[in-house]
């Protein structure tokens, strides 16, 4: 098993001793109970990580580790965003937790018409805070240094603007008689950023499709079966993932 990954603000210096303290020093003491000579990584979630022994655990939330040289991951091309409509329930921090394992980039929260769920005011603070602090816990569960942005909820406006700047930019939309086309043969580039809007359940209007086709995108299918918001963006990310060799 490959050593488990854990968070801290910075890492400026290239070696030597380091406290891991705090909410993350005590989860390594006292929730992963990690020991003398125990191998970690830390990291600062945008990119630069190391690795380290573990040299003593002190008290219930006090770590110290002796730290190798910092490294730099290099931000993977393509980037993959996903535009991802408000589901009801938990199936938010779903998506987001699935998408963060699989590899997405970036998360852009979006307020489609149709979405049931609306974050306003306090409430959708807490619930920006809550996808952002998904993503930060899958990206540890799957051993990532560079976990994906969640960006501030967007409008329909800035989602068309993010499409129009796009390279690639597709609307998932699985209404066959619509004209979608496959996301498996889609024409890729081989740089800049790969954009997808998933839609709510009730599905994306047909006035925010001619808004999106308006800057650029179009509409892709998956497949034949209709799967929920809280999954086609996970699915839609592997398959750009495999198909433009980031999973070679």
Known sequence: MTAPVFVVDSLEHAGGPYVLDGPEGRHAVSVKRLRTGEEVVLTDGRGHWAEGVVAAAEGRDRLVVDLGAVAEEPAP???ITVVQALPK???G???VETMTETGVDRIVPWAAGRCITQWK???GAKALGKWRATAREAGKQSRRVRFPEVTDAATTKQVAELLAG?????VLHEDRDYGSEPLATAELPSDGDLVLVVGPEGGVSPEELAVFEGAGARAYRL???VLRTSTAGTAATALLLGRTGRWS
Not at 166 to 170: E, I, M, P, S
């Open 77 to 79: 091309r393509p980037r």
């Open 223 to 225: 497949g034949r079966s």
């Open 89 to 91: 329930g938990d199936r």
């Open 121 to 123: 005011g306090e409430r």
């Open 93 to 95: 921090e779903l998506a």
């Open 166 to 170: 796009a390279a690639f930019a597709a």
